[in-house]
């Protein structure tokens, strides 16, 4: 027996990641993929083009514009965002983080986390997760299928990741308790090509390529939602097609 989702009581929440094994890179090489992913995540809407440096310790210290991206200042903000111990030395195959917001309040805020230059033996060892507005003017244009194959495509282009996706956190909810938590697929998700060759998918799902490096997945056109049980059924129907041409395994070490 398939049980359905409790409808949500507030606004659900979006976000899009993209996630890849170990891959050791500077700080240098960091600032410049993140440079290329700011950019092209402005194009994808206004709110998306204002972002600041999420200061380190968090909270403290003056709000420091990201934008234009400045490969100087985004190089230093991945070597201060070196992990380490409290007190200690660098870790270096933890890699560098850095933390970005923009200027909306409430459910119409956005953040960026981007993890880069980890080697160390995770399963997912880098991310770059973006959390997006739940409600309001931004959130309408931006929870859109157009506007969220845009955001993905430019984590592809960018970062190069494994895999990435757009999705809702009751969809997430809802993929995890099917015991499908090790690789999430979204409304729109992205596979590298080194995965393997995505199969014919069931109308209404879209496919398109990402250049020569993936394959980009959109399951409806309209928004989707796990209030709506055809949604769910094709999600689940498009996981199987996925598992059974060997595409749905977790990121390598």
């Known amino acids: 027996m398939t049980t359905q989702p409790t409808p949500a009581l507030h606004p659900d929440s979006f976000h899009a990641g993209a996630y890849w094994g170990p891959r050791k890179e500077s700080p240098e090489e960091c600032a410049r993929r993140a440079a290329a992913f700011l950019d092209l995540l402005a194009a994808c809407d206004p709110l998306l083009a204002h972002w600041n440096k999420i200061p380190k310790p968090r909270g403290k210290g003056r709000r420091t514009p990201l934008m234009p991206p400045s490969l100087p200042a985004l190089t230093e903000a991945f070597r201060r965002g070196v992990n380490r111990e409290p007190g200690g030395p660098p870790i270096d195959d933890l890699g560098f983080r850095v933390g970005a917001y923009n200027d909306g309040t409430g459910p119409d805020f956005a953040s960026v986390n981007m993890k880069c230059g980890s080697h160390a033996a995770f399963r997912i060892a880098n991310s770059c997760v973006l959390s997006l507005p739940a409600k309001g003017?931004?959130?309408?244009?931006?929870?859109?299928?157009?506007?969220?194959?845009?955001?993905?495509?430019s984590m592809a282009l960018t970062w190069e990741p494994d895999w990435a996706v757009a999705m809702s956190r009751t969809h997430q909810e809802l993929a995890s308790e099917d015991g499908k938590a090790d690789m999430w697929l979204g409304w729109v998700t992205y596979l590298a090509c080194h995965r393997g060759k995505v199969p014919p998918l069931p109308t209404p799902v879209r496919i398109e390529p990402v250049e020569d490096k993936g394959t980009l997945i959109i399951l409806t056109p309209e928004r989707f939602t796990v209030d709506n049980p055809d949604h769910v059924a094709l999600s689940r129907r498009v996981r199987e097609l996925l598992a059974r041409a060997g595409l749905m395994h977790p990121v390598s070490s």
Do not use: D, G, P
């Open 137 to 153: 003017a931004n959130a309408e244009r931006i929870l859109t299928a157009s506007v969220l194959f845009q955001v993905v495509r």
